[in-house]
């Protein structure tokens, strides 16, 4: 039988290069279908994690949706948290996952989801979300660099997972570079799995994917 289209990975030209905002401006090829059914309930809720004893004894982070009066300090996160890896990225990479406020602010025109998450109300991380063609690409992965190992971004990740499965989804997407081992080792220990590399510019990029 012939496999569902709409459940296949995007081609390898979705990465080609030159990369021009917004991770190489993913979403203007894998275009969001905007928000699906589901979102009223979901803000501050993180279900279907399964919590190790180890993860029972630190304190666990508040998941909600993130406005658009958040842009500015989400901007101002991804600075903070991309500006210690410079000698892993491209300058000119660094440069397009550091998005200004604007660029934040169009996400929430542009039918992404973004999800933050908060401890005591401090921002400490934060996820984006779309749904191209039955999938969930997750994506804009951040955790301020003072908040790092306290489980913030697997908390983030499997919120974003859980998310597409409420939606009905059946795969999850990320792009990653494979110079960020922590990231990459993060989404593996989720069960996201390489399915495509491309060259570009910035050196290549992964396609990890997680069946739903």
């Known amino acids: 039988m012939a496999a569902d289209r709409s459940e296949e990975a995007p081609s390898l030209g979705v990465f080609r290069p030159p990369l021009t905002g917004d991770l ?12 699906v059914g589901g979102t009223r309930r979901l803000e501050g809720v993180h279900s ?17 949706f993130a406005r658009p009066a958040d842009a500015a300090e989400l901007s ?10 410079a000698t892993q990225l491209e300058p000119e990479v660094l440069a397009e996952i550091m998005p ?27 996820v984006r979300v779309s749904f191209p063609t039955g999938a969930a690409m997750l994506d804009r ?4 660099p003072e908040q790092r190992r306290k489980g913030v971004g697997r ?16 795969r999850a997407w990320v792009p990653l570079w494979p110079q ?25 990029l992964v396609l990890l994917e997680l069946p739903l």
């Open 48 to 64: 279907g994690a399964t919590l190790d004893w180890m993860r029972l004894f630190r304190p666990y982070p508040r998941i909600s």
């Open 155 to 170: 908390a983030l990740v499997e919120h974003a997972v859980n998310r597409g499965r409420k939606a009905g989804v059946t």
């Open 24 to 35: 190489g401006r993913l979403e203007r090829i894998v275009k969001p279908a905007g928000p």
């Open 100 to 126: 200004s406020t604007a660029e934040v602010e169009a996400w929430f025109r542009g039918g992404f989801e973004v999800y933050r998450a908060s401890f005591d109300g401090e921002l400490a991380g934060v």
């Open 180 to 204: 960020l081992e922590d990231a990459m080792a993060l989404h593996q220990a989720v069960g996201f799995r390489e399915s495509l590399r491309h060259p570009g510019p910035g050196g290549e």
């Open 76 to 85: 101002e996160l991804y600075a903070r948290s991309w500006s210690g890896i």
């Open 141 to 144: 992965l951040a955790v301020a």
